[in-house]
């Protein structure tokens, strides 16, 4: 496994070694000690989370402002972009995002540590979206910034209108939001 970095240092883009052959491929997921020494973190994942969600389907961009979550995100089938937005008011990236495509295809993951808001929107007919997190989902602490705040001008690469929950849809502007 490599780690490649991004525009914001914190986030890195992870690519397993994939061994392929006729009959499929085989590679490793999620390595603790591999983890620890790309990323410079030793986490302890508590939770994995699995989503399926059709064309279009624009979740986030949540975190949690008490109990924050690092999370390790990826794609088991489909493709989408993931994005992530530093909420962190004394880092240097405050304020900016950071969109890469993760699909089965490239079996690419991103780390996203605590301080950032995430969220995706799936580019294909439907995508298997995995994560692990680094805490437990507490609803009281869970927070949501508005998918199309243009503070963020976030380019979601959408192909229509996106479907959002009724929650996401009263996701708060940045500069209003709670943060780190």
Not at 4 to 19: M, N, R, S
Not at 112 to 121: K, S
Request: proline share 4%; with cysteine.
């Amino acid at each position: 496994m490599k780690a490649l970095q991004t525009a914001i240092p914190d986030l890195l883009i992870l690519e397993p070694k994939v061994f392929g052959d006729a009959r499929g491929f085989f590679f490793e997921s999620y390595n603790r000690r591999k983890f620890a020494e790309l990323t410079g973190r030793d986490v302890d994942f508590v939770q994995d989370n699995h989503s399926r969600s059709a064309k279009n389907v624009l979740r986030g961009l949540h975190y949690q402002i008490n109990h924050p979550q690092g999370k390790l995100v990826r794609v088991v089938s489909g493709v989408v972009l993931d994005v992530a937005v530093d909420i962190r008011k004394a880092s240097p990236s405050f304020g900016s995002h950071v969109a890469v495509e993760l699909s089965a295809e490239n079996s690419r993951m991103l780390w996203i540590p605590e301080g950032f808001a995430h969220g995706f929107v799936v580019l294909s007919e439907t995508a298997e979206f995995l994560y692990k997190t680094t805490d437990y989902w507490y609803p009281e602490h869970e927070r949501c910034l508005i998918w199309n705040d243009a503070d963020l001008s976030i380019n979601w690469q959408l192909q229509g209108t996106p479907a959002i929950s009724a929650k996401d849809a009263q996701g708060l502007a940045f500069a209003k939001a709670e943060c780190f």
